[in-house]
Nanobody, 124 residues
Framework: QFQLVDSGGGLVQPGESLKLSCTTSDFALGSYTVAWFRQAPGKEREWVSC????????RVADSVKGRFAINRDNAGNTAHLQMNSLKPEDSAIYYCAADLWVHCDGSDEVYKYWGQGTQVTVSP
């Protein structure tokens, strides 16, 4: 079973930044649409951002617009979520997801491959 590896979470203070990373050794992530989701305790999983290789679109949820950005390097094989001006309400487990056949999509049902999650905690 192929799997993504997401990393970069941690404990930061409000206003600080974190950069999450997503990669895999199982396939060329650069050919896949990548998305980031998050889930806080007691809440449903929430879409954060996506970057589609088929439609070339990048989308960001309104709740993080202007603060978070998705990008790639390593010929597209590593995806990042740059998170700036973090707020306590951004605290959650963050997951990257990928799929070969979808456009940039905010539904978690369309992505076949998932990371194990990385914890982000924003606290004074």
């Amino acid at each position: 079973q192929f799997q993504l590896v997401d990393s970069g979470g941690g404990l930061v203070q409000p206003g600080e930044s974190l950069k999450l990373s997503c990669t895999t050794s199982d396939f060329a992530l650069g050919s896949y649409t990548v998305a980031w989701f998050r889930q806080a305790p007691g809440k449903e999983r929430e879409w954060v951002s996506c970057n589609g290789v088929r439609d070339g679109l990048t989308r960001v949820a309104d709740s993080v617009k202007g603060r978070f950005a998705i990008n790639r390097d390593n010929a597209g094989n590593t995806a990042h979520l740059q998170m700036n001006s973090l707020k306590p309400e951004d605290s959650a487990i963050y997951y990257c997801a990928a799929d070969l056949w979808v456009h940039c999509d905010g539904s978690d049902e369309v992505y076949k491959y998932w990371g194990q999650g990385t914890q982000v905690t924003v606290s004074p």
